[in-house]
T-cell receptor
Framework: DTAVSQTPKYLVTQMGNDKSIKCEQNLGHDTMYWYKQDSKKFLKIMFSYNNKELIINETVPNRFSPKSPDKAHLNLHINSLELGDSAVYFC???????????????FGQGTRLTVV | TQLLEQSPQFLSIQEGENLTVYCNSSSVFSSLQWYRQEPGEGPVLLVTVVTGGEVKKLKRLTFQFGDARKDSSLHITAAQTGDTGLYLCRVNAGKSTFGDGTTLTVKP
């Protein structure tokens, strides 16, 4: 059973379109994340949710809107896609982290988004 | 400026060689993690270090947390082609933060 699964794995779309990436975890974790990995492999946090509530919202264009219908799901919707949105997007989950402490984060396989 | 700076950025070695990669910061952390990411996959946790000066071993991998808890190193002995991947350090500095990674290629 896949612990963190995200779909689709590949997404090719035209500029201006709206697309969604879905993520589900079956680990019983309280916290879920979206990360963006750019062409230089830098992995940057975009959003973090704890028990369906948004706790971290990095400087991300408001064209990106996360939605957590329940603790096990965190979807990412992107409006008006731009060329610069092309990247690999990773969903992850973990137990809740106290300030300063890290717990193991489990990652999905990633969604490679290509905007043409 | 990156909170976590990893070096070297790229490393290409022959199978059987030893190597060390570093994760450095000017900040102090209560704990630090190392992940490995293989092509087409998400990062996978290798180890968590929590005590200054701590050394942890995972088969041929040795992890050390600096005495001041500002830096960490990962040493691989007798590298194998299966060690190829992107090595990332991670901390919680109010938010989950990764270093900029070291891409390791081990050639047969």
């Amino acid at each position: 059973d896949t612990a963190v699964s995200q779909t689709p794995k590949y997404l090719v779309t035209q500029m201006g379109n709206d697309k969604s990436i879905k993520c589900e975890q079956n680990l019983g974790h309280d916290t879920m994340y979206w990360y963006k990995q750019d062409s230089k492999k830098f992995l940057k946090i975009m959003f973090s949710y704890n028990n369906k509530e948004l706790i971290i919202n990095e400087t991300v264009p408001n064209r990106f809107s996360p939605k957590s219908p329940d603790k096990a799901h965190l979807n990412l919707h992107i409006n008006s896609l731009e060329l610069g949105d092309s990247a690999v997007y990773f969903c992850a989950s973990s137990h809740a982290e106290g300030w300063g402490g890290v717990t193991e984060a489990f990652f999905g396989q990633g969604t490679r988004l290509t905007v043409v | 400026t990156q909170l976590l700076e990893q070096s070297p950025q790229f490393l290409s070695i022959q199978e059987g060689e030893n190597l060390t990669v570093y994760c450095n910061s000017s900040s102090v952390f209560s704990s630090l993690q190392w992940y490995r990411q293989e092509p087409g996959e998400g990062p996978v946790l290798l180890v968590t270090v929590v005590t200054g000066g701590e050394v942890k071993k995972l088969k041929r991998l040795t992890f050390q947390f600096g005495d001041a808890r500002k830096d960490s190193s990962l040493h691989i002995t007798a590298a194998q082609t299966g060690d190829t991947g992107l090595y990332l350090c991670r901390v919680n500095a109010g938010k989950s933060t990764f270093g900029d990674g070291t891409t390791l290629t081990v050639k047969p």
